[in-house]
T-cell receptor, first 112, second 116 residues
C-alpha cells in the first residue's frame, strides 16, 4: 500500500537554528499538507499546498515557516529560526481527492 | 478556539463489548467529519467518515452517527478488539472548493483501551 514517508523520524536542534523536515508524498497525489501535534495537544493544521503554491495556511504558519516542493517528489517544511515552542510531532499528508488524506509517520522535532 | 471537542480523554472497554467515542463541534460550517486512529510513533490513519447529508455511515465493525442539530457525532466499534486500543481523533472540514484543499480541524483525541 502506498505510503507517505517522512525523514528524519526524530530531529534535535538548538534554538535559533534552521531545520528542514522532509516528506515524500504518494506519487500520484496532488495535494500536500503539514500538520503538527504538540505533546498532549490536538493535531493542528499548518499549511496546504497545491499546484506549486500554498492554498491555505494557519496563524501558526508565520514568516518563520516555509514549504517547498523542490523536485516534484519531495515536499519540505523549513523552520528558519526554531523556538522552544516549535517542539512537536510534525505530520506530512497528501491526498488525491477531497478527504483522501494519507498521513506520514511524523517527525519528532525537539528544540533545546 | 476548540471547534472540535472530545471531552473524554480516555475510555476503557472490555473486549467484545461496544466502544462509543464521542465528539462535539461548534462550527456549523463543517460539512464533513472523519475519524482517525493513531498508534504511538505513527501518523493518524483514516478510519471512517460521514458527510453532513447523512446521519449514519457503517463500515464493518465501525459505525459513525451524526446528529447535526446537536452538533454531535459518535463512533461505535462493535465488537471491540484488543487491536482497537489506540488514540482516536475526530476531525471536521468545511466546504472548500471541492478540489481537496479542505483543511482538517482535529479534536484532542480519546485514548481507547480494550481490556482482554
Amino acid at each position: 500500500e502506498p505510503e507517505v514517508t517522512q525523514t528524519p523520524s526524530h530531529q534535535v536542534t538548538q534554538m535559533g537554528q534552521e531545520v528542514i523536515l522532509r516528506c515524500v508524498p504518494i506519487s500520484n497525489h496532488l495535494y500536500f499538507y503539514w500538520y503538527r501535534q504538540i505533546l498532549g495537544q490536538k493535531v493542528e493544521f499548518l499549511v496546504s499546498f497545491y499546484n506549486n503554491e500554498i492554498s491555505e495556511k494557519s496563524e501558526i504558519f508565520d514568516d518563520q515557516f516555509s514549504v517547498e516542493r523542490p523536485d516534484g517528489s519531495n515536499f519540505t517544511l523549513k523552520i528558519r529560526s526554531t523556538k522552544l515552542e516549535d517542539s512537536a510531532m510534525y505530520f506530512c499528508a497528501s491526498s488525491e481527492q477531497p478527504h483522501g488524506y494519507t498521513f506520514g509517520s511524523g517527525t519528532r522535532l525537539t528544540v533545546v | 478556539d476548540q471547534q472540535v471537542k472530545q471531552n473524554s480523554p480516555s475510555l476503557s472497554v472490555q473486549e467484545g463489548r461496544i466502544s462509543i467515542l464521542n465528539c462535539d463541534y461548534t462550527n456549523s460550517m463543517f460539512d464533513y467529519f472523519l475519524w482517525y486512529k493513531k498508534y504511538p510513533a505513527e501518523g493518524p490513519t483514516f478510519l471512517i467518515s460521514i458527510s453532513s447529508i447523512k446521519d449514519k455511515n457503517e463500515d464493518g465493525r465501525f459505525t459513525v452517527f451524526l446528529n447535526k442539530s446537536a452538533k454531535h457525532l459518535s463512533l461505535h466499534i462493535v465488537p471491540s478488539q484488543p487491536g482497537d486500543s489506540a488514540v482516536y481523533f475526530c476531525a471536521a472540514s468545511a466546504g472548500g472548493d471541492g478540489f481537496g484543499n479542505e483543511k482538517l480541524t482535529f479534536g484532542t483525541g480519546t485514548r481507547l483501551t480494550i481490556i482482554p
